[in-house]
């Protein structure tokens, strides 16, 4: 197929175009008084929960895509498989429906951080946004706690803290 080079200017003259849009696209959310940039809230560490149905079969098939086992308990239904630093784990019988999961305190490699935000303030920031938390956490306690939500579309996310909490 032979390509015409008026319709590649053409898709490349509405790429810049878009490109350069961008105040255009803050002076309209300006005008329709909505924020352009929100604040990144810092959750830790991700890493994706599968529920899957044999537990021995995918640990085999995420290790053909280069995750080797790095963690969790096989003879309780769960492994953690990490690629670099790429983390998922794999649970059999725990629950159902994969879920996106965040540990404030943590690190890609579960290394403790000298400095991150406790699991009660995200929360906090988080109902003050108004988002709709499923379990929350206790606010008179300290330390390991965590919450839960489902966002728009009914994915499951679980921001889980496993350390002790950030000294002030």
Not at 76 to 104: A, C, S, Y
Request: glycine share 8%; proline share 5%.
């Amino acid at each position: 197929m032979k390509s015409s080079p008026i319709l590649f200017s053409g898709f490349f003259s509405a790429f810049l175009m878009a490109c350069a849009s961008t105040d255009s696209v803050e002076q309209e959310a300006v005008a329709l008084n909505t924020p352009t940039h929100v604040s990144a809230m810092d959750l830790g560490a991700f890493s994706i929960s599968l529920a899957v149905k044999d537990l021995t079969a995918s640990r085999e098939f995420y290790e053909k895509l280069g995750f080797t086992p790095s963690g969790g308990n096989p003879d309780e239904g769960w492994q953690i498989m990490r690629n670099k630093d790429h983390v998922i784990g794999l649970f059999h019988g725990m629950f159902e429906g994969n879920i996106m999961t965040f540990n404030p305190g943590w690190d890609q490699h579960t290394n403790t951080l000298e400095s991150y935000t406790d699991v009660r303030e995200i929360q906090r920031d988080l109902k003050a946004a108004g988002v709709t938390l499923i379990e929350q956490a206790d606010e008179t306690t300290r330390g390991p706690a965590y919450i839960t939500m489902i966002d728009p579309d009914g994915n499951s996310i679980l921001i889980d803290q496993h350390v002790d909490s950030p000294s002030k």
